[in-house]
């Protein structure tokens, strides 16, 4: 019989408890995938993999290798929200203790912060494009500086930030309203851009192949290898917290079609525009642009640079919103329902990635490194801990009323609220990740799966006595 849990008000608030109205279709949870493709990060991303020294074709399967991989992970990682209504950092309560979830929600709220900023920061050139294309005059505000950034650089940042703000005030309605219309708006200009700079360059002297590398041998299917990983590690972020837009969707069956649409399809193709672009860029410019925005301020037509700014201010705002700003809302909630609202949370995050200088940390390479990669150490090992406890140890069992209870009979309070064992599998499988990061730089692009099969295999023994009382239980209710 199933039992009954008072529900605790430091565990729960209209914004963790599960969803209701889960009115999200297939097409919700494809815009939501493509607000995170189209960005420049993107567009810089799919050129840059030539730089690995592969050919078109090589390029174009990691491409669809790495973001199938990404798939079969985001449907795993949604699952458990969709079931259950429920965001990521409720999701990790099953694994990691009612309170123990607070781990992973810090460890995803503070990459979270970090690259909000910096998007954020990249939205602002954009804006800074049209600023100088009607106010000619705004240039001046370039010389002067405050702590780094420009007088010209402040409004922009100011503006982009204001921006997102009024967005995300309006909440989950108003977002999944600015993504349903914004992916195919981005797609509409794309197409424009291309049609333009080919238009410039002429087809003939298009070219899929942008490496100056020829490889040959073992050597090839090395770079495929490093190219899959690094586009299963570039969406490593929204993939882990999907529970926080999956809750959202009517059904699992819904979720997987927006998924394959907006994943497989949607990135290969997005991607085929920006190699486009790139390459058209070497006979129009005489030098290859991996920067849009970059390419945006060399154009001669004063309406295309009007409609690329836009497009990449709302390509940027769109990924800045759905993969930073959701995320450490959700997640900042989780530590203090109570006193941090959604909407708090998303404004904590929001006020401290200002005071993290973005544009500084961004023109110091270094910085990024260490901190990103630190952080994201611990992401792999994530995935390995929630995808074997709800598939291998729970089996799809989901206790939504222990969920919320502090109660030491509830499914999920292991121990003061904490499952040690999940907590030791984060810290060997991080220690482990970490050194592949830093210690042995061959195996630094595969610090994902490494983190994340050495979690899982450590946590799946740690945690066999919780399988075995898990399917006796099973059994008995049978």
Known sequence: MKQEFEQSLKLANSDLLPEKDQKWGWYSIFAFWMSDVHSVGGYVFAASLFALGLNGIQVFISLLLGISIVLVFANLMGKPGQKAGVPFPVVARMSFGVFGANIPAIIRGLIAVVWYGIQTFLASSSFIILLLYFFPGMASLADKSFIGLSYLGWIGFTAMWIVQGIVFMFGMDMIRKVIDWSGPAIYVAMFALCIYMVDRAGWENISFNLSSNNLTGMDVYVQMFIAIALVAGYFAGPTLNFSDFSRYCGSYKKLKLGNLLGLPVNFVLFSLFSVIIVSASIPVFGEMITDPVETVKRLDSGFITVLGALTFIFATVGINIVANFVAPAF??????????????????????????????????????????????????????????????????????????????????????????????????????????????????????????????????????????????MVLAES
Do not use: C
């Open 331 to 472: 997640d900042f909630s989780n530590v203090s329902p109570q006193k941090i609202s959604f909407k708090a949370g998303g404004f904590i995050a929001a006020f401290g990635s200002v005071l993290l200088t973005p544009w500084n940390l961004f023109n110091n390479p270094e910085v990024i490194h260490y901190t990103v990669d630190v952080l994201g150490a611990m992401i792999g090992p994530l995935y390995g801990i929630i995808i074997v406890d709800y598939f291998f140890i729970k089996k799809g069992h989901i206790d939504i009323a222990a969920l919320y209870t502090e109660s030491p009979q509830g499914a999920y309070w292991y121990e003061n609220g904490i499952n040690k064992e999940s907590v030791y599998a984060l810290l060997i499988a991080g220690a482990v990740s970490i050194l592949a990061t830093f210690v042995f730089p061959a195996l630094a692009n595969y610090a994902l799966f490494i983190g994340g099969i050495v979690a899982a295999l450590t946590y799946r023994y740690m945690m066999e006595p919780e399988r075995i009382a898990m399917q006796n």
